[in-house]
């Protein structure tokens, strides 16, 4: 491998579908496109959590021991590597099917990763640092069995298998295979020096967007949208439960997107809370070019959502907790407003200006396209990468307790 200077690379990009459709998804094919749009080669090596569901799914009680090393999907995966002779392989997520196996692979083949980071896993099982309804702090040595305990990712045995094969990974030191870890965030990388990661292997990159609309004065009807997953992390509860304040019965509130909270919120909320399920493409582009506002209340240290790039492309401000990465992108007082989580009084307020002042709404929102067409694009995000890319390929970045 030469490291003297840049040059285009060959890349397996590896990932694993959740369930649900997520962020995560467009972002991980943004960022294959991202890299083809500069000359790189990139293979898709792309798994569903699907495969383990239906009459073609593994044995119930094999899933735990596939989801430490899955050797029929590793296989396949080296003999992808050694058909396209990668140069690197850039990780994301890789449970249930394609395995926790893959970095013991990456160290036989001597091929370096590069890990994206979108959730707090490999330390904290459930990627949420969750343990119940409690958050527990990157530094507690007790954080597996914690979320274990409490079943954080899908049950106790489940949790508790995740957590071994982390632990064993750490143990056999098979996590040397990552040469860079990608936190999305500079708040998300703080939570992982925090829980010991080496600083010379952190590399904050946030995600690219590429503004596929020209901006055009928007309709306004009024009303305020939620875009998202519907789990607890997001805040979807505590936006339900605001729209019962009183103050709020004139105002109509679009819930946009699905999860396992969908149907428990949706029988129990206000007439004023419409239920509109996932939408993408048009669909979507209307919502937020009709919405007085986005509104984002996540409870848990979101890394980074590009919902406020789709509030943003559309010309609308966005309210934002401000726990996690999000104050990073959002400007209080600038492009929307960042805000305490799960605080009704401040949420109300908030709401309540942008729903008497739509020219404030307007202006907000015009401050974040402008932020946008300025701060964000795939030639931005390219630089960063590749200035990471040179140290992986020289192999420039030190070692750490986590290695």
């Not at 750490?170 to 990552?178: G, Q």
């Not at 999305?184 to 590429?210: C, D, Y």
């Not at 400007?331 to 002042?357: H, I, M, Y």
Request: one cysteine or more.
């Amino acid at each position: 491998m030469k490291a003297d200077a840049p040059r285009r690379l060959s890349i397996i990009q590896v990932f694993n579908h959740y369930r649900m459709p997520g962020g995560e998804e467009k972002y991980v094919a943004r960022i294959a496109a991202d890299l083809e749009q500069t000359g790189h080669q990139v293979t898709r090596f792309w798994r569903s959590s699907a495969e383990w569901s239906g009459p073609t799914a593994p044995p119930r009680y094999e899933q735990p021991f596939l989801l430490w090393r899955n050797q029929a999907v590793l296989a396949e995966l080296r003999a992808r590597h050694e058909r396209e002779q990668a140069d690197v392989w850039i990780l994301h997520n890789v449970i249930p099917v394609i395995s926790l196996g893959v970095y013991r692979l990456a160290i036989e083949l001597k091929v370096p990763i590069i890990q994206w980071l979108h959730n707090y896993r490999p330390f904290s099982p459930s990627g949420t640092l969750l343990a119940g309804k409690r958050f527990l702090k990157p530094n507690d040595p007790f954080i597996a069995w914690k979320e274990t305990w409490s079943g954080s990712w899908n049950g106790r045995l489940l949790t508790g298998t995740l957590a071994l094969g982390y632990a064993w990974i750490r143990f056999r030191r098979h996590f040397a295979s990552v040469r860079a870890w990608i936190p999305v965030s500079e708040e998300m990388k703080k939570i992982f020096l925090q829980a010991g990661w080496p600083p010379s292997r952190l590399h904050t990159i946030r995600h690219s967007w590429n503004i596929t609309s020209e901006f055009k004065p928007a309709d306004d009807a009024g009303h305020f949208l939620f875009l998202g997953r519907m789990v607890e992390t997001k805040g979807v509860r505590f936006q339900v439960e605001l729209w019962r304040d009183p103050a709020l019965k004139h105002l109509r509130l679009v819930m946009a997107g699905q999860g396992p909270l969908t149907e428990e919120l949706r029988g129990n909320s206000p007439p004023n809370v419409s239920w509109i399920g996932h939408v993408e493409g048009r669909e979507k582009e209307k919502w937020l070019r009709e919405c007085r506002a986005v509104l984002f209340p996540n409870t848990w240290p979101e890394p980074l959502s590009t919902v406020a790039y789709e509030a943003y492309e559309a010309g609308k401000s966005i309210i934002v907790s401000n726990r996690g990465g999000m104050k990073e992108i959002v400007f209080d007082g600038e492009t929307g407003f960042v805000l305490e989580p799960s605080s009704c009084r401040l949420w109300k307020d908030a709401v309540l200006r942008l729903a008497q002042n739509p020219g404030l709404a307007r202006g907000l929102g015009i401050q974040g396209r402008k932020w946008l067409e300025t701060h964000v694009s795939s030639a931005a995000w390219n630089k960063q990468f590749e200035a990471v890319i040179r140290n992986v390929m020289a192999g420039a970045s030190g070692s750490g307790s986590t290695q």
